[in-house]
């Protein structure tokens, strides 16, 4: 019952993240230094130059800066003003985050399973899925793919409905030209440390091209206040500090850098691991995927994770019970989404960074070709 990790030595690790870091090290605490010195430490000059530049990386008009990925999905939900019992449709095979910002906002999660072969949403099966209470369609990215919009495009305008995308696994992604971020109503981002942007803690933001959700999304994250001591809105505190946002900014100059670094890695691996006993990723567009994790599927996934640990790999599973089989949601502990448990049943995720070297990278291919 410890929510502190273990930190268990690898000799090739999951995710190094302070190699990650250490590469960008005298930029950091360039920034670093700049904010010590200028007595401002929240919502300031480096808040606003970050989301000026994540803004125009994402090539929206519009990002705000909050505390985390959960709390930037909520506040969208809560921005685009749904209420008790509104559905709003939502991948069943996801990280509980997305779920968890609709139910927060007293709104229904309607799962819907996914395609066998991205991962994501079918976007075959949202239209039965949708009834008079349907506000809006949530897409999650996962594990770095974006989700193919065209049909959900569709559906949205068909229905009059909300896209709300969970980008948090899917910085820099691009679909039919368009980056994540840009695919809907408005987007969530994490940059918790592992993803593929970063910070040193706690992070996230909010993209939209819509002016009015993002004066209202900057007024609930800050006390639902746009001018001190004013409050329009019963709002919450959620803030990127300044000294996140320098990191992150120092940060984004190298993610397509990174991002092109994984899909290289991710190519290699599809490339060269040849065991029938492994079920391979792959993508409908190398440029869709920027490959936050790469995830495999094989019938005897733990042996599998023995047998790597046991060659000095580090390996996690993204992730190990859905949403619906969690206490959490045990309302839903009777229901079946046969291919989302499937998946949770047979999947795992072999190291893929920026900072693993070639030799690493043909290591893992080696000892899973012998397994
Ligand atoms: C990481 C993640 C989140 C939540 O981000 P936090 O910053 O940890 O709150 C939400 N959705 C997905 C798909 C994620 O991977």
Redesign the pocket.
Known sequence: MDIYTVREEFMLKFLDLYKINERYRKEIDTRIKEVLDSGWYLLGNQDKTFEQDFANYCGVKHCIGCA????A?TLIIRALGFKQGDEIIVPAN??I??ILAISENGCTPVLVEPDIKTYNINPDLIEEKITEKTKAIMV?H?YGQAVKMEKIWALAKKYNLKIIE?S??AHGAIYQGKRTGNLGDAS?F???PG?NLGCLG???CVTTNDDELALKIRALANYGSHKKYCNLYKGINSRLDEIQAAVLDVKLKYLDEDNEKRCQISKYYRENIKNDKIILPNTYDEKAHVWHVFAVRTKDRDEFQEYLKNNDIQTLIHYPTPPHKQEAYKEWNHLSYPITEEIHKTIISIPISPVMTEEEVKKVVEVINEY
């Open positions: 985390n990925g959960l709390d999905l996801t990280y985050a997305s999650v996962l969970d948090a696994q969530g994490s940059f918790y993803k706690d992070g996230g």
